[in-house]
């Protein structure tokens, strides 16, 4: 029993580290629940925040292209930060409030411009039933539905 529970302890690990390693892990690390992220915290290429809404499923992901995109189960692409092929590697929330996509060299090729401004007073990137897109308390599109 000592070497079957050893066993299958290994190839959890194994495959949760496998997985991680190749970048399936579907939503964001950092974000906790999955259906926002906070502050500080950032979605890599191929990850994701989610939400069932009233109207279906809604996600936010970071494409492995660079493209930022939402998109709702009933709609397709509803939104998106049209930096394909920018070389976006990741998507940060900084803590000034600015929902940035930057390169794997550090270097901004997209931006929500709310850093400093009214909007700025948001702490989450999330979606909203009607899979609105919220950045803090900025909307950036009118809905996936």
Known sequence: MAIRQALTKTLTV???AAIAAI???GTATAAGSGDHLNRGQ???AGESIERYTSTGHVW???QSDGNLVEYGSHFGACWASHTENSGGA???YQNDGNFVV???SGR???ASKTVGSVQATGSTVDM???GQLYIGTRRFNDGCR
């Open 102 to 104: 930057y390169t794997s």
């Open 60 to 62: 936010l992901v970071m």
């Open 14 to 16: 194994g495959a949760a």
């Open 128 to 130: 909203n039933d009607a």
């Open 90 to 92: 990741y998507a940060s």
């Open 23 to 25: 970048g399936l892990t």
């Open 108 to 110: 901004a090729v997209w």
């Open 42 to 44: 950032t979605l890599n």
